[in-house]
């Protein structure tokens, strides 16, 4: 025993295990967060209950069975509250009603010995909207231009009627979105022309003609776009759905608030995972609804992985430089040991503190000054004097420089110094010897050092909540309009999204399976840009393999 004990066996042993041990923990908490945020767009049953309370009134409730929980008797009876069933405990199950504006809550506690009966009608329809969450209820008309038709022709006629509704909301969005905000875009550039012509003490006569003929112009495009957005918006709310609530009353919706329209109780196993997968997709492509509650996260994933790379293109090469020079440049002297200290000392700092320092130096200071030298025109109103992308990314350059400097320097350190000595007794500058040997040899640290760099980047929040991030971006950094990547806007981050719902939102049982949903979601995104960078490593370990031969 003791032989083996000498030998280093049982450390090998229980290092492994620790290691498998951490996986599985890791593993087991992915499996946790995917299957609570997942789940949620599996279409769930829709119940029926008729449900009788202490006071002897009899309703009737409809939605989904959200959670269920077991209550103790002697809770109960502290509270006031006393049943007549068998046991300990008291059952009571959360139900999401929907129904927003026809009910206080969307939720609501039904206990076990109120239901009188429980039914899941085939005919019970779930009606996605786009403002006010999901309506319970039974289909009863539809009318198409003033045309009524119910009965069994129905459903089949309100599945086109909402593609094509769909259709023309989609239409008119990208009309708003990209059209009329391209002249909006021109209006507003022309603004700023005419102002620092002015400023400048160039707005001569012929100056102002020439932009009061374009403003002009462009006027006359944008009620062209105005008129044609009305049109489509009248179209695509002509046509409504009347609807039978869980209290009788007839409701009417019209299409052009209509998502979906799915029959949760019968649907096979094929049409759910059906379903499920187009609730995925829509998650990942569509933009936040209802104070980010609902619909999709697709600018925040935008904005995280936009911020990302430009993070990475800025601290790259400062990265390598600083790392090149303290290695091969810099004498080991005092000086040389206190910047390599400072450097190890800085991964330490709070992030909180990198973003004070964010706002303070790059966005009042650097920005603007920038604003006073090349958007004077644009004042007050600032340009590159108020939190944007460009100094998240800035920021948190900053914030993981240490880590790239310490990997790119730790690749330098383990290239043998033979390699050095016989590229330059065969004639190399040592610049040619850097940049033609040692470099290639240790582009895998350097990729090591990037990954470190992104992974922390990608989940870091505190920082970026006072340099750019948002809580809901009306424009994406980039797209169609001159020059095209605004780096002076804001963004949304899934990272600060998490918080936003999870904390901020005003209904915490709705916004839970989003939380966990939204969690994953940034884990894979993470997991995909590690990915992407590792096989870039691994592509150039094979590249210059030949240089350690």
């Known amino acids: 025993m003791r032989n083996w004990f000498k030998s280093g066996s049982p450390w090998i042993w229980m290092t492994g295990g620790a290691v498998s041990l951490s996986l599985i923990a890791v593993l087991g908490l992915l499996l946790l967060i995917a299957s609570r945020g997942l789940t949620y767009f599996w279409p769930a049953p829709v119940y029926q209950w008729q449900v009788m309370d202490d006071q002897g009134q009899l309703s009737t409730v409809i939605g989904e069975r959200y959670d269920r929980e077991s209550v103790p008797r002697e ?82 006629e309100l599945s086109q009627a909402v593609a094509l509704s769909n259709l023309l909301s989609e239409e008119g969005s990208q009309l708003q979105e990209v059209e009329i905000g391209r002249i909006n875009h021109q209006l507003e550039r022309l603004r700023l022309q005419q102002r620092k012509l002015e400023l400048q003490g160039r707005d001569t006569p012929e100056q102002l003609a020439a932009i009061a003929a374009q403003r002009e112009q462009l006027e006359q495009q944008y009620q062209g776009l105005e008129q044609r957005l009305f049109n489509l918006r009248e179209e695509a709310a002509r046509d409504y759905l009347m609807v039978r609530e869980m209290n009788g009353e007839r409701v009417r919706i019209r299409l052009d608030q209509v998502l979906t329209v799915q ?60 790392a090149v020079y303290l290695h091969e440049y810099a004498k080991n002297n005092a000086l040389t040991r206190f910047i390599r200290i400072s450097v190890v000392n800085l991964a330490g700092v709070p992030s909180i503190v990198y973003g004070v320092f964010g706002l303070g130096f790059f966005v009042y200071m650097l920005g603007g000054s920038i604003d006073q030298l090349f958007y004077a025109e644009a004042l007050p109103n600032p340009t590159f004097g108020t939190p944007g992308v460009l100094w998240a990314a800035l920021t948190l350059a900053i914030l993981t420089l240490p880590v790239v400097i310490v990997s790119t320097e730790e690749g330098l350190a383990r290239i043998p110094k033979s390699v050095r000595q016989g590229s330059l007794a065969l004639g190399a500058t040592q ?100 990915l992407t960078a590792i096989g870039v490593r691994n592509h150039l370990r094979q590249r210059f393999r030949h240089f350690e031969d």
């Open 75 to 156: 809770r109960l009876e502290d509270a006031g509250l006393s049943f007549e069933v068998e046991g300990e405990f008291v059952t009571r199950f959360l139900v999401k009603t929907g129904n927003r504006e026809r009910v206080p809550l969307d939720f609501r506690w039904v206990w076990q010995p109120w239901v009188v009966s429980e039914q899941t009608p085939a005919d019970l329809a779930v009606i996605e909207r786009r403002r006010n969450g999901n309506f319970y209820g039974y289909l009863e008309q539809l009318v198409l231009d003033g045309q009524v038709i119910e009965g069994a022709t129905l459903e089949a």
């Open 431 to 530: 610049s040619e010897t850097l940049w033609r040997i040692v470099l290639p040899m240790a582009s895998p640290a350097i990729m090591t050092g990037l990954i470190l760099a992104v992974a922390r980047a990608a989940g870091e929040v505190a920082p970026l909540m006072l340099v750019g991030v948002v809580k809901l971006a009306s424009q994406l950094p980039v797209d169609g309009n001159f020059p095209f990547v605004h780096l002076d806007r804001k963004f949304m981050h899934l990272g600060f999204h998490i918080y936003d719902v999870g904390f901020q939102s005003p209904n915490v049982e709705a916004a839970r399976p989003l939380v966990y949903a939204t969690s994953f979601l940034l884990v894979s995104v993470i997991v995909a840009l590690n």
């Open 263 to 322: 029959f949760p109780n019968r649907m096979g196993l094929g049409q759910k995972l059906k379903h499920w997968a187009k609730g995925i997709a829509a998650f990942v492509s569509d933009d936040p609804r209802e104070a980010n509650t609902e619909g999709g996260v697709f600018p925040a994933i935008f904005g995280t992985v936009f911020m990302v790379m430009l993070m990475a293109v800025i601290v790259t090469p400062f990265g390598v430089l600083a």
